[in-house]
């Protein structure tokens, strides 16, 4: 039986109050960020919850899955200052996935306005050449 995990937390990132939330299913994560505005109280959480279900932008799924409950926190601590000295990174999993869904919006930012700058470049051009034309047979 495959387990289903869902997390929604709540936290003060200077100077908004963000809501993280996090589902894993199959050994796979995606992470979402909502940015609230001021310190949101537990009925407006749901109710933005039940209302933008559908337009919730989820991270590209990664692997890893929920943390166990640490039963020795020494061993813990021993183990994330080695991966610290070993340069895995800083992070969590819900951190890398939300980056990784930042450097993937930016890529199609950058695509898009590309894209947008040569048609307005093919239009200006065009332009030019019917003006041309226009002089040419006024002239």
């Not at 991966?83 to 898009?112: D, F, N, P, V």
Request: charged share 35%; net charge positive.
């Amino acid at each position: 039986m495959e387990k289903v995990y869902a997390v929604f937390t709540v936290l003060y990132q200077e100077p908004f109050w963000v809501g993280i939330y996090q589902r894993s299913q199959g050994g796979r994560l995606e992470v979402c960020k909502i940015t609230f505005g001021g310190e949101p109280r537990d009925g407006e959480v749901l109710e933005h919850l039940l209302l933008h279900w559908r337009q919730l932008s989820f991270s590209p799924a990664v692997e890893g899955d929920f943390p166990r409950e640490a039963k020795n926190p020494k061993r813990a601590h021993r183990e994330a200052r080695a991966q610290l000295r070993e340069g895995q990174g800083i992070g969590t999993k819900a951190q890398q996935a939300i980056q990784l869904q930042r450097e993937q919006q930016k890529a199609e930012r950058t695509t898009r306005a590309r894209h947008q700058r040569e048609e307005e470049k093919e239009r200006r051009f065009l332009l030019r050449q019917q003006r041309r034309k226009e002089k040419h047979r006024t002239g």
